[in-house]
């Protein structure tokens, strides 16, 4: 089974681009909307109805796959952003070549993304996360803006850094561990933990993943890439590709392979803590929508790295779920973005103010999404942010805690005042008329629902989801 999450999309992309004409345009996307659905559903079922815990590792031509409930969550997870994020395309991308290219780069993403997350050694894992990477780097300049070729450069350059800082730690670990493999590498902290290369390799892995991550102080690349991407693009990277490629490596690595001694957990903390407030505190700046987004996001993601530090069991259960939940709204809010930006032009919040009324799904769904992000209840943001602080809590991190429960109150400032200037606001100019976006509304409405219904339904999903993770994440 974890085979055909690579194959399917593989023999897709193949299939697409035989020499016949047909298998272009609504064709392409329907398929792919399709696949998308079909990973989300089967992930989910299996999570519901898969009772029996399960670890399997099958070979696939050179490397092995492995499948657990962490797996799911997170396929389930890339399966609903894509979905999101194709239905954006169809709405905003009107060139139908530039809108098929857009669909093989999005199943190339979607295939290094699905690998990441099943590869159980760090060479097949590096590899991925570079696949997923380069398709990134097109598809943020696939609409060829100097502004997103920009991005496009800040982001190549760092995460280069980030290659070579992850492709010296796997030298180090085929000296010290002879292999590649999660277990050969775990082994080799429990049989040589006095040994300095092994703690160098595992630092120079963990350094390379926060600058995929984008956490603070190695966050220079994100605000750009994110605003200057076209509206479906920043709704994938910010939905789930730099999450996959940074934090959940970062997450399962760190819990599961490497053997983190105090010091290097300190340093998650500190950089979770320090990516929450000055992230938040540079959002409070912002004019433009998708920039203000893209802080926000560096801010939230330090939540996980926050929980990740902790290294608790509930901490850690907790980052998975905060894990899904920014995904989820981060994605509802760019694609809210993205709506914006077809409709006016500009995601410059002072001009979208002078437009006055917006259209009243992407006003309702963007208030859902900015409250459950800024952890309000009874959204599925706030039970997230609630077992991390009272993890931290309970592991004596009071500090760190009450850092977690004061940024609320700056990300509720300049969620309000985006909410204000945006969505709050009279008309001051004639409104610019536009054919309907009947596909991004779809994609609101799911994104939107999916983050009240997790909130409102917390006991079932915890119990269900989240809890179980305890006995993976040790």
Not at 105 to 118: P, R, S
Not at 164 to 177: D, E
Not at 441 to 452: F, N, R, S, T
Request: with cysteine; aromatic share 12%.
């Amino acid at each position: 089974m974890p085979s055909l999450f690579i194959l399917v999309p593989l023999l897709l992309i193949v299939i697409l681009n035989l020499p016949m004409k047909r298998l272009r345009g609504n064709i392409a996307l329907f398929t792919a909307l399709v696949l998308c659905i079909v990973q989300s559903l089967l992930s989910l079922i299996y999570l519901l109805f898969k009772s029996v815990h399960f670890d399997p590792v099958v070979p696939f031509f050179t490397f092995a796959l492995s499948i657990d409930r962490l797996t799911l969550i997170l396929l389930c997870t890339i399966g609903i952003v894509s979905f999101a994020s194709l239905l954006v395309a169809h709405s905003t991308i009107v060139n139908p070549r530039q809108k098929f290219i857009f669909i093989n780069l999005l199943l190339i993403a979607l295939i290094g993304m699905n690998t990441i997350v099943l590869v159980t050694d760090l060479f097949s894992l590096y590899v991925f996360i570079e696949i997923t990477a380069v398709a990134s780097f097109v598809l943020i300049a696939i609409d060829k803006d100097l502004h997103a070729i920009e991005g496009t450069f800040k982001y190549l350059m760092l995460s280069s850094v980030a290659t070579v800082f992850m492709l010296s730690s796997i030298a180090f670990f085929i000296l010290v561990a002879g292999g590649t493999s999660f277990s050969d590498v775990h082994n080799s902290f429990s049989g040589t933990s006095d040994n300095p290369f092994t703690k160098i390799a595992a630092g120079l892995f963990l350094c390379g993943l926060l600058i995929k991550s984008g956490l603070v102080p190695f966050h220079g690349w994100l605000p750009d890439a994110y605003s200057a991407a076209p509206g479906p693009v920043s709704v994938l990277l910010a939905g789930i590709v730099t999450k996959i490629t940074g934090i959940y490596t970062l997450l399962r690595l760190s819990t599961s392979v490497f053997v983190l001694n105090e010091s290097m957990q300190n340093m998650l903390m500190f950089i979770g803590a320090l990516s929450i407030v000055l992230a938040a505190l540079a959002a409070v700046t912002q004019s433009d929508f998708k920039r203000m987004l893209a802080y926000s996001s560096i801010s939230q993601v330090g939540y996980i790295a926050l929980a990740l530090g902790c290294a608790t069991p509930l901490a850690l259960a907790g980052a998975v779920f905060h894990f899904f939940n920014h995904a989820i709204a981060k994605s509802l809010l760019f694609v809210n973005a993205a709506s914006l930006e077809k409709r006016f032009a500009t995601t410059d919040m002072n001009k979208l103010r002078s437009f006055g009324a917006k259209p009243l799904v992407t006003s309702v769904t963007s208030l859902i999404g900015f409250l459950s992000a800024a952890g309000m209840p009874p959204l599925a943001g706030f039970w997230s942010k609630l077992i991390i602080v009272i993890a931290l809590f309970s592991a004596g991190k009071t500090i760190y805690a009450s850092v977690a429960l004061l940024a609320t109150i700056l990300t509720l400032t300049y969620f309000l005042s985006l909410q204000t200037k945006v969505f709050f606001c009279k008309a001051q100019t004639v409104q610019p008329t536009v054919s309907s976006l009947p596909a991004i509304a779809v994609a609101e409405i799911i994104l939107a629902a999916i983050a009240v219904l997790i909130g409102v339904c917390f006991p079932f999903v915890a119990y269900i989801w989240f809890l179980p993770l305890k006995e993976i994440l040790h």
